[in-house]
């Protein structure tokens, strides 16, 4: 059951990714919505399912920006990196199944743990962006600014699906 | 060899990481926008219907300044087609003029998936391959000229913009005829640069950028945008524009898919 919950998220977060938050921009940052995935994904699920689940996720979104192999690149390797990001904040012990949430981690400590995978990812993407196309001053606009929008909404949903 | 195994199953994450990694590394560095299938573009069926629905709603949106850029075009169009009319009523009895063939179609296509944010920026257009789009073919709206057509399947085809530093799009300045080639630098989707033009050439800020029916795709004197100022290149002999482009990338919904009969031609004798 929480396999399929977390397939449903990923569905929605694809769908609001590519509908919704790719055509909302601020000076070329972009909400990274569908990372809401990276972040939640039940940590028990073996490493090679999760990091194989975030190359089907990028490839998808690159079908649809047209961009092959630019995010599968960058959301494979965050899904390699996000247990090692995650416990960089939480004992491995103390986190064994499920997905990391707000309720589990703390306020302080999901939010460390969401803005490292949000910057790591941020850089990841545009650097390997930057093979097409290199300039330092919109380079880190991009990622400063998607950075910021990211963090905002997913702690933002974070905390709006944690009052219940 | 069990060791070997055994040090596979240890590190069966990173593994799979670097198999991955690998994939979409080839992926990436294909670099022709041409060459690659139709499925690892937006014109594949499943996204292009998934794109056609969410169009069908968010279509309605802008409908203000496309109608009053329409408007400015169609008075444009009046005014240019009454001059003709008065020249050709001159030479109505030599009516050789007349049998020109026409060498360009236009159809009606409507955009169904736009990007302006990203490094390389594509279109989706609700024509496909059924309706006679063609790789190739180029792409303008009442404004200007947005791209090339990069990829077609039978419902839906991706138009590679001019907001994409893989197109280098031939243009000249209206009223020199100095041609030059269109580039976008990635920052402002209202700019992109006109390069490699010789220094001597003479300028005004203001003069339009017109397409130069090189390369087969745009026929001559599609509109492209005007010369906000110009840079100075110290490393080479050529001189850079920086030129506003008149397609309002922001809002594009109709469009014309404009079909060069003698393209297949013309690529013969430019081989």
Redesign the interface.
């Known amino acids: 059951m929480p396999a399929l919950i977390a397939l449903l998220w990923i569905v929605i977060s694809l769908f609001a990714q590519v509908l919704i938050f790719n055509h909302l921009s601020l000076a070329g940052g972009v909400v990274l919505f569908y990372l809401y995935m990276a972040v939640k994904l039940p940590v028990e699920l073996p490493r090679p399912l999760q990091i194989f689940i975030g190359f089907i996720v990028g490839f998808i979104l690159d079908m649809f920006s047209s961009t092959p192999g630019l995010h599968a690149f960058a959301c494979t390797t965050i899904m390699w990196m996000r247990l090692p990001l995650l416990h960089m904040y939480v004992v491995a012990e103390d986190i064994k199944n499920g997905a990391p949430t707000l309720q589990k981690l703390g306020f302080e400590t999901f939010m460390r743990y969401l803005i490292s995978i949000t910057i790591v990812y941020s850089l990841l993407l545009y650097l390997t962006e930057a093979f097409t196309l290199f300039n330092i001053v919109s380079f880190l606009c991009r990622v400063s600014l998607s950075v910021i929008l990211t963090f905002i909404v997913l702690m933002a949903v974070e905390i709006a699906s944690t009052r219940r | 060899m069990l060791n070997l195994l055994r040090f596979f199953a240890k590190n069966?994450?990173?593994f799979?990481?670097l198999l991955?990694?690998l994939?979409?590394?080839?992926?990436?560095?294909?670099r022709n926008?041409y060459q690659?299938s139709v499925?690892?573009?937006?014109a594949?069926a499943?996204?292009g219907s998934?794109?056609e629905m969410?169009s069908n709603v968010?279509g309605y949106f802008g409908l203000r300044q496309i109608n009053e850029d329409l408007l400015v075009r169609i008075g444009n169009i009046e005014e240019e087609n009454l001059m003709l009319r008065q020249q050709l009523q001159r030479y109505a009895d030599a009516d050789s003029v007349l049998l020109v063939p026409r060498q360009y179609n236009y159809q009606i296509a409507h955009v169904i998936?736009n990007?302006?944010?990203?490094?390389?920026n594509?279109l989706t257009l609700d024509k496909g391959e059924n309706d006679g789009v063609r790789v190739g073919m180029s792409v303008a709206d009442q404004n200007g000229a947005i791209g090339i057509v990069s990829?077609v399947s039978s419902r839906f085809s991706?138009v590679i913009s001019v907001l994409n530093?893989?197109l280098r799009l031939s243009v000249c300045l209206k009223e020199t005829d100095t041609f030059g080639s269109l580039v976008w630098?990635?920052?402002d989707p209202a700019y992109a640069w006109l390069e490699d033009l010789p220094r001597n050439v003479r300028f005004q800020e203001g003069d339009t950028v017109i397409t130069t029916g090189y390369g087969s795709s745009f026929p001559r004197g599609i509109n492209v945008g005007r010369v906000v100022s110009a840079k100075d290149a110290s490393d080479n002999n050529f001189l850079s524009f920086r030129i506003e482009l008149f397609t309002h990338f922001d809002c594009i919904h109709d469009v014309l898919v404009i079909d060069n009969r003698l393209r297949d031609e013309e690529l013969q004798i430019n081989q």
């Open positions: 069966l994450p990173f799979t990481w991955l990694a994939v979409s590394s080839v992926l990436l560095f294909q926008p690659r499925w690892f573009g937006s594949n499943v996204c998934l794109y969410s968010t998936n990007s302006i944010t990203s490094a390389e594509y990829k991706q530093p893989k630098d990635g920052k």
